[in-house]
């Protein structure tokens, strides 16, 4: 127990071991946002239902706004802030720049984040198993076309390195 | 939305958990993806949380002609058990139903099945599958049939001091198949209506949800599918409740998706004689 009601929680964020104090009531994507200044990732409907808060906990896609932070001693997260290596685009971001993916670019970490989850399980997905990968992310913007081609490039890209 | 201020353990021990559920205004968290909602809405505002997670509760494995599954296995867990565990079809259709991959890679079994949500789509299938819910409190262990679990919307035979552990299923037997087809809200991805069904030589288990104050076993659409008689007069003895007002549609679309898990389930059973 450290200042009061705050914790001690020892995790390690975009490949960094990082110590969070954080109350236990903390949502993972306010510890993100507010403590780590990692503020890629978006607090989107706050209620599980838009993805936008969307991170990787231990290579699996999770929201962020519904999990406590001091749950996550030991976890291995991943914003979006990790995914470029080198200065360097994820070719999952390369792929949503280039396919339109995206408009407003709110709900863009929390799809990308859902993708690689997505192309870790099933590294060349049709249309459908798209749809359903990314079923807990929403969009108000692009109608979802440029999302499937930018995933379908994404999926490509890294089967097939240029 | 942020949830009241808490105390928060993560004991080590089911002794521990079990003791630490002592305090009326102590809660028990598994996956936390029912619990955190409410957290938030300040629907629910335990003085302190009992962390699950370290209790060696996820996992499954076959012991004694019967597949254990620890309540803390997520559905995504279930999901990706290999071809050397059998999951009955009816638990792994529920199982890939229920919300998003998210969602699956968070909620849990146990977490699931306490939260007592009238619209569990999971339930149907453990309610099918003829499953035994394993409860531990501070006195012993008792077990209770997965049908004689739900006793009103959010509402179980859980008491503060227990926690359910652990769903023994049954094996599918040979002959035998099952299915779970449901009618989701497409804005929640809640069944409106969800039927699992099992064939099997002796009979028919159906477990519907989303219809009524909790998930239950439809003995008499059981009854119907047994005897070959109509199955939509047998719904009709079903107590439907419609949040929306509208019980007729819910049973029609009740009708629906029994007829298609039925359909699904002899398929499945015929691959399996």
């Known amino acids: 127990m450290v200042d009061g009601n705050r914790r001690a929680v020892t995790l390690r964020v975009n ?55 001091v749950r996550l001693e030991g976890a291995d997260v991943t914003t979006i802030e990790g995914l470029a290596q080198d200065g360097s685009l994820h070719p999952i971001q390369e792929a949503f720049a280039e396919h339109h993916g995206l408009q407003c670019g709110f709900c863009t970490p929390g799809m990308i984040m859902a993708t690689v989850d997505l192309l870790a399980r099933d590294p060349d997905p049709g249309d459908e198993e798209i749809r359903r990968g990314l079923a807990g992310n929403l969009c108000r913007c692009t109608g979802y076309q440029g999302i499937l081609a930018s995933v379908r490039a994404a999926a490509l890209a890294i089967r097939e390195p240029a | 939305m942020i949830p009241a201020a808490l105390e928060y353990v993560r004991p080590g021990s089911l ?34 949380l009992v962390d699950l997670g370290s209790l060696g509760l ?9 597949l254990r599954i620890g309540a803390l296995t997520t559905y995504d867990d279930l999901l990706l058990l290999g071809p050397e565990t059998p999951v009955p079809d009816a638990l792994r259709d529920c199982a890939a139903a229920v919300g998003d991959v998210q969602i699956r890679n968070a909620g849990t079994l146990g977490g699931g099945l ?9 339930a149907a299938g453990v309610i099918a599958t003829g499953a035994t819910l394993v409860i531990c409190s501070p006195s012993g262990t008792r077990e209770v049939a997965a049908d004689q679990f739900f006793l009103g919307p959010f509402t179980t035979v859980l008491e503060q001091q227990e926690l359910l552990t652990e769903l023994v299923v049954p094996l599918p037997a040979a002959g035998e198949g099952s299915a ?6 497409p804005a929640s991805g809640y069944p ?26 439809a003995r008499s659409v059981e009854e119907a599918m047994a005897t070959g008689s109509d199955l939509d007069a047998a719904l009709d003895r079903v107590p ?23 359909a699904a389930a002899r398929a499945r059973a015929e691959t399996r004689a």
């Open chain 1, 15 to 69: 490949g960094e071991q990082t110590m969070l104090l954080v109350e236990p009531r903390t949502l993972l994507v306010h510890a993100l946002r507010d403590e780590l200044e990692l503020t890629g990732t978006k607090v989107g409907c706050d209620t599980s239902q838009c993805g936008a808060c969307t991170v990787l906990v231990d290579g699996k896609a999770f929201k962020s706004c519904t999990l406590l932070a």
């Open chain 2, 15 to 48: 002794a521990e958990a079990l003791a630490e559920l002592a305090d009326p205004d102590a809660k028990a968290i598994a996956g936390g993806h029912s619990l955190v909602p409410m957290l938030k809405l300040r629907l629910a505002r335990p003085s302190r």
């Open chain 2, 58 to 66: 996820r996992g499954a494995a076959v012991t004694g002609g019967a």
């Open chain 2, 114 to 122: 306490a939260h007592g949500d009238p619209a569990s789509d999971f």
């Open chain 2, 180 to 185: 779970y087809v449901a009618f989701e809200d």
């Open chain 2, 192 to 217: 409106l209506a969800g039927a699992a069904v099992r064939v099997h030589p002796g009979g028919f288990v159906v477990g519907l949800t989303g219809l009524a104050a909790h998930p239950l076993r």
């Open chain 2, 240 to 262: 439907v409740l419609a949040d929306d007002g509208d019980v007729d549609y819910r049973r029609r679309l009740a009708a629906v998706v029994v007829k298609r898990a039925l």
